[in-house]
Nanobody, 125 residues
């Protein structure tokens, strides 16, 4: 079982930046993919970005492409989501999650098996 703890959320003005962190523990993640998702009030959880733990290959939702960057630090067992040029519509609870294979970077929440508790990101206009 993998334990995930997100941090770094907060309140920021539109156009600002935040960096989220997701610290993983419990097992080696070398063959895993890591994903970031978000869920706004009254909306379904949606895919944001994913990364292969072994190769660093990444994939982004169109809504964040060019503004967000996902990365990982193998030594710290931590995945990051750097968010720039934030917009009010980016407001949501952000979650990180694991998928036990990095052959393909999945985008549907049900394809991920371990989830963190989430961190709130609020972007004011």
């Amino acid at each position: 079982q993998v334990q995930l703890v997100e941090s770094g959320g907060g309140l920021v003005q539109a156009g600002g930046s935040l960096e989220l962190s997701c610290a993983a523990s419990g097992r080696t993640l070398s063959n895993y993919a890591m994903g970031w998702f978000r869920q706004a009030p009254g909306k379904e959880r949606e895919f944001v970005a994913a990364i292969s733990w072994s190769t660093g290959r990444t994939y982004y939702a169109d809504s964040v492409k060019g503004r967000f960057t996902i990365s990982r630090d193998n030594a710290k067992n931590t995945v990051y989501l750097q968010m720039n040029s934030l917009k009010p519509e980016d407001t949501a609870v952000y979650y990180c999650a694991t998928h036990p294979s990095s052959t393909y970077l999945y985008t549907r929440p049900y394809e991920y098996d371990n989830w963190g508790q989430g961190t709130q990101v609020t972007v004011s206009s």
